[in-house]
């Protein structure tokens, strides 16, 4: 599939906005703070740098990729809908009984997924086994983790930094959705990560810090990442916005998990188009 251009991806990322005000409604709920904050992210990666086949899901050289923040399916599940995994009707049974889609990504019945996630703390050691086993397999593919802020206060993730520093994946890359902001109030707050960069990088990282909302920068630091042959793993920590595009919720603790009457989805639509 063609790599969007930077124009192309800025539109992506409004339709992919849009749609998870539209699967909120569908699902009647969700965890719609963090997936807006990570949707820029979400169409970089799949609209111009995961080398993936929608009609070959399982295909083995393909990029892996973990959303290791798995509250956030709410948007990511409507991303794999966009790439052409599964028809958008499909959305419409988000989190209803006997759907494949629950809140949170199961990989068994998602098309496109590769690790079922929801307890935070175990994308980073599972994509550091994936990247392991590429170098074993002797297959080209990268693994990208995508992380949570607050997610980051889980302890296994600084044994799998420590871990893949000493294995020298560069062929790991970490995302971390730095929207300051967890279930229960600022990270600053209830535990603080900062010196953040500092921490990844005295575990050896190679750190790239950038605006998760600006295409330019983040296909920037993506470019960087993926080039990546240091013999350490990357991670990007890219600066956002929780609830970003729709302003009611942006920065706010209480976009953390809701629901939307329809005045206030067409509300949220509105804020996004004119964003
Ligand atoms: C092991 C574990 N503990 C607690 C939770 C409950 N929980 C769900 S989301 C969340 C906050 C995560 O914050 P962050 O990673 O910053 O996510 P974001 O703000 O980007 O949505 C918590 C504590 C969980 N899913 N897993």
């Known amino acids: 599939m063609a790599k969007l251009s930077i124009d192309e991806l800025k539109a992506k990322a409004k339709e992919l906005r849009t749609l998870i005000i539209d699967t909120t409604v569908w699902a009647g709920s969700g965890h ?28 083995e050289d393909r990029d892996r990729f973990i959303l290791s923040k798995g509250h956030s399916g709410l948007g990511y599940i409507p991303c794999l809908h966009l790439k052409g995994y599964f028809p958008v009707d499909d959305l419409k049974n988000f989190n209803h009984f006997m759907s494949p889609f629950g809140m949170h990504p199961d990989c068994h019945k998602v098309k496109g997924c590769d690790a079922s996630t929801g307890s935070l703390g175990h994308g ?10 590429a170098r074993l397999l002797k297959k080209p593919f990268k693994t990208v983790v995508l992380l949570g802020d607050g997610e980051c206060d889980e302890g296994s993730n600084y044994e799998a930094m420590m871990a893949a ?12 959705d730095r929207n300051q902001l967890m279930i229960d109030g600022f990270t600053e707050d209830v535990m603080s990560l900062e010196p953040f960069a500092d921490k990844w990088k005295a575990f050896n990282w190679d750190v790239i810090e950038c605006d998760g909302h600006n295409m330019e920068e983040l296909c920037a630091a993506l470019d960087k990442a993926w080039a990546a042959n240091s013999g350490k793993p990357t991670v990007i920590i890219a600066k956002t916005v ?13 976009s953390h998990y809701g ?9 949220a639509k509105q804020d996004i188009a004119n964003s």
């Open 242 to 254: 929780k609830g970003k595009g729709v302003k009611f919720l942006e920065n706010d603790v209480r």
């Open 124 to 133: 980073l050691p599972m994509g550091l086994g994936m990247a392991l086993g």
């Open 259 to 267: 629901a939307f009457d329809s005045a206030k989805a067409e509300e």
């Open 165 to 176: 520093a000493h294995y020298k994946t560069d062929n790991l890359i970490a995302i971390v």
């Open 32 to 59: 719609y703070g963090g997936a807006l904050s990570s949707a820029d992210i979400l169409t970089a990666l799949y609209f111009r740098y995961l080398n993936l086949d929608p009609a070959n899901p399982d295909w």
